[in-house]
């Protein structure tokens, strides 16, 4: 099913908080150079599973979405979505994240994020990532815990 590309409202609570906002494909190359270090770390802690050309290939194919949160014209947080359509239902997944100040714009982003998601016809967030995220997104449920062991190839 397609995904829709149309633009989301900037969310801005008040003044001195965070802005968050919805990345469209004609902009990445605006961002790319301030997302890709904030991307680096999770990236790492993932195991290396993607490379940041894979998330900027992915994000150009449409495949995954980035979601920024800014402040003061300096971006604080990437969040990387993908949408996951599975037999029964359509998910939408936060798989990757890093930034700082998350107390500054975590509800605001996961507000956006799920509205778009809504739009998107999803009927379930996911949220792969370490269990500190249950800390900050209280509504979500721990139902999965991933566990990974690497395997050497002779």
């Known amino acids: 099913m ?10 801005n609570t008040s003044s001195s908080a965070s802005q968050v906002s919805y990345v469209p494909i004609k902009n990445l190359d605006k961002v790319w150079f301030h ?24 994000l150009l194919n449409k495949k995954m979405q980035l979601w920024i949160a800014w402040k003061d014209e300096k971006i604080q947080a990437a969040i990387v979505t993908e949408i996951v359509d599975y037999p029964q239902l ?4 936060w ?11 975590i509800v605001p982003i996961q507000e956006l ?10 009927q379930r967030m996911e949220i792969v990532g370490r269990k ?5 997104l209280k509504q979500y449920t721990n139902t999965h815990t991933v566990l990974m062991k690497e395997i050497q190839n002779e």
């Open 35 to 58: 997302v890709e270090p904030l991307l680096r770390k999770p990236l790492e802690i993932d195991g290396n599973a993607y490379t940041p050309k894979d998330i900027l290939d992915g």
């Open 95 to 105: 798989f990757l994240a890093g930034g700082t100040d998350i107390k500054d714009w």
């Open 90 to 93: 359509r998910a939408c997944r």
């Open 113 to 122: 994020v799920e509205s778009w998601a809504q739009q998107n016809n999803v």
């Open 132 to 136: 500190g995220w249950g800390r900050w």
């Open 2 to 11: 397609p995904q829709a590309q149309t633009q989301t409202k900037t969310s």
